[in-house]
């Protein structure tokens, strides 16, 4: 095989439970008989002897019932363990008793559900093969303009299925060139098998389309939202695909955001746009995923009144309770862009009569490219647990978004995802999305036993460096939630003014004497996009967490902060830390050698070896840009340059 099972990788068990001697199945659809596979499969490698076709004695009895939801329930009987569930529940249920097996449980028992009905990826991949920040080799769906099917789309449906994702966006938001045309015939019949396909395991397929499709693909002369025109045009496409491709989960739309079309263009309203769409899709009832993301990408750095922070929240929460019920806003975690600090997105708490779908980033197009080390499941564990305070109680993230989505960070490689140890934010958050109740180390914990072994050495290496990995991310690269101070265009790589001179809102507007955008009230008014106490925890530079103060405030590089040290020093001392830290990791991962496969090994060494490269570079920009705009030394002498 030319490429890796990941955390699929059963592996002989000890004292495998009576059960798995025999399996009973009463099946009837693909996706029940694709758990049955599994599970035959499974019990094979654990025990070492194909499960026999039976009904006496102690065995596994697996049900479909016609429920059309994805729970699932075991039932002991005995010996016997019997597991129910409609066609999709047993692919989970299956894949979560193999799970189980695999890391010691011998007692299953009780039924289980997803928290949303929407846990999926999006791929930014283009229909030429390329992927829009992918990190991980070229696409598996696309190649020259043709769609992609076979082996490596089933392994990859199972690979979802298996850590409870269940629906994907095949195609970049950036809709363009031949992907436009997916919304024509001629794809028609290879979508229809790749959805097939995917649906085997409970996969949904999603497609990106482009606003202007209509003008793009019709003929038309506008796109404009509320032209009967448009909106038959839209009606009549999407009952034709749904006809040819019967499984779709609906459209994602990135609308008036970084130059794609939108309703704006026509004076009509991002509510106006959606619901247009919506109206089309929910007669084959499918949903809209409506993108937040639009904000001014041609600030002119002179302009202080603008602040790219703001945008979302301007732009959509005066339209709470106007979009059709089957629209999901897609709201991205932060109200920036996936950098390694920002703070929740403010319009996730103020959308009282609207639903949303949160947009994680498991593509690391700023948090290390898959070179870098960096899980990022303590992060999104945070974000999902903090509260809105727009409700008294069942504030949090998680409880109030209704779906979720994440940027994938898969490709081609052998590995899927470049760097080995990243399988960990894909299978992270699929275990997330369908119990966000989960710790981050239980995740990480379960994903060193499945894919690499299940070994205490590996572990006790391995556990501490995910675990670490954000925060020594954070310390060598832009310090307190100032962000970007990347290189332009593919964001690798420190460069502090990199963005100052730009277009894309992206200022820390550094002096001599001072760093950062003020948002309180005093400045852009952002903070005010909070609910209360939040708006006033964060206005405050007193009560703002520090690890976001240059996020919020603009502040003095002599400013102390609450532990004595200035903010300069902390700075310095953060850049130096971190750069150890990365040095630790490094030396850690060379004491696995011999515990792992070879290539594995050094692969991982390699990917140590860059990040610990990138990582002193990032220190000594960052640390000398600051020293020379400050002139402040660091009080330990340590080397600035
Ligand atoms: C797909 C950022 C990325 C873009 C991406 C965009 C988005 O700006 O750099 O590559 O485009 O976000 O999320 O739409």
């Not at 389309?209 to 002369?221: H, I, K, N, W, Y």
């Not at 999305?433 to 070994?455: C, M, N, Q, V, Y």
């Not at 003095?556 to 040095?583: C, K, P, S, W």
């Not at 000594?620 to 020293?627: A, L």
Request: proline share 5%.
């Amino acid at each position: 095989m030319d490429y890796s099972s990941l955390w699929l990788n059963w592996q002989p068990i000890n004292e495998p439970p009576a059960f798995m001697s025999g399996i009973c199945a009463r099946v009837h659809s693909a996706s029940g008989k694709a758990a049955l596979r599994e599970l035959q499969e499974g019990f094979a490698a654990m025990t070492g002897r194909r499960p026999a076709d039976t009904a006496a004695g102690a065995c596994l009895c697996i049900t479909e019932t016609d429920a059309e939801d994805e729970s699932y329930a075991f039932i002991r009987e005995g010996e016997t363990l019997r597991l129910e569930g409609g066609a999709r529940g047993l692919v989970f249920g299956a894949f979560d008793l193999l799970r189980g097996l695999a890391l010691g449980k011998r007692e299953f028992d009780g039924a289980s559900a997803p928290r949303y009905s929407v846990r999926m990826l999006d791929h930014w991949d283009n229909m030429d093969g390329s992927i829009e920040r992918g990190y991980a080799g070229r696409s598996f769906f696309f190649e020259d303009d043709r769609i992609l099917n076979g082996p490596r789309i089933r392994d990859y449906a199972r690979l979802l299925a298996s850590c409870g994702l269940n629906g994907c966006c095949i195609n970049n938001v950036n809709v363009k060139a031949e992907a436009v045309r997916l919304l024509t015939p001629d794809h028609w019949p290879a979508l229809a098998e790749l959805a097939k396909t995917l649906a085997e395991y409970g996969i949904k397929l999603w497609l990106s389309v482009s606003f202007a499709a209509p003008m793009e693909l019709g003929g038309l002369d506008t796109a404009d939202p509320l032209d009967e025109a448009v909106c038959r045009w839209w009606e009549e496409t999407t009952a034709a695909l749904y006809k040819a491709v019967p499984n779709l989960g609906g459209f994602l739309v990135k609308a008036d955001s970084e130059g794609r079309p939108g309703p704006f263009t026509y004076g009509r309203t991002q509510a106006e746009g959606a619901n247009m769409l919506a109206r089309a899709l929910a007669k084959q009832g499918g949903k809209l995923l409506w993108r937040c993301f639009v904000y001014n990408c041609t600030q002119d750095w002179r302009d202080t009144k603008t602040d790219r922070a703001r945008a979302q929240c301007d732009h959509f929460a005066p339209l709470d309770g106007q979009f059709d019920d089957n629209v999901l806003l897609q709201i991205k975690n932060g109200p920036v862009d996936f950098q390694v600090r920002e703070p929740v997105s403010p319009l996730l708490g103020r959308l009282e009569h609207t639903n949303s779908i949160i947009e994680f980033q498991i593509t690391q197009e700023y948090t290390g490219q898959q070179k870098h080390l960096c899980y990022l499941i303590p992060m999104f564990k945070d974000i999902l647990d903090f509260r809105l305070c727009h409700r008294a109680e069942n504030d949090s993230v998680a409880e109030t978004v209704s779906a979720v989505c994440a940027v994938s960070n898969m490709g081609r490689d052998y590995n899927w995802t470049g760097h080995d140890l990243a399988g960990a934010n894909l299978y992270g958050f699929g275990r997330l999305s369908w119990d966000p109740a989960l710790s981050a180390e239980e995740i990480a914990r379960e994903f060193i036993r499945l894919a690499l072994g299940d070994d205490e050495r590996i572990i006790a290496e391995v556990l501490p460096m995910l675990m670490r990995s954000r925060e020594v991310y954070e310390q060598y690269t832009a310090p307190l939630g100032i962000g970007w101070m990347v290189n332009p265009g593919h964001h690798y790589g420190p460069n502090p003014d990199g963005y100052e001179y730009d277009r894309w809102g992206t200022y820390h507007r550094a002096t001599n004497t001072a760093i950062g955008v003020e948002r309180g009230p005093n400045g852009t008014g952002y903070t005010e996009q909070y609910r209360k106490p939040l708006s006033d925890m964060y206005a405050d530079v007193a009560s703002c967490p520090e690890e976001l103060l240059l996020f919020f405030h603009r502040v003095n590089y002599d400013y102390v902060m609450r532990d004595g040290r200035t903010l300069i020093q902390r700075i310095y001392d953060d850049h130096f830390a971190g750069y150890e830290a990365a040095e630790e990791f490094a030396q850690s991962w060379d004491r696995l050698e011999g515990l792992l496969p070879e290539d594995l090994f050094s692969r991982v060494q390699e990917r140590f070896a860059e990040q610990l490269r990138s990582a002193r570079e990032w220190r000594d920009i960052i640390n000398s840009w600051f020293y020379r705009r400050s002139g402040i030394p660091d009080i330990h002498g340590r080397e600035l340059y």
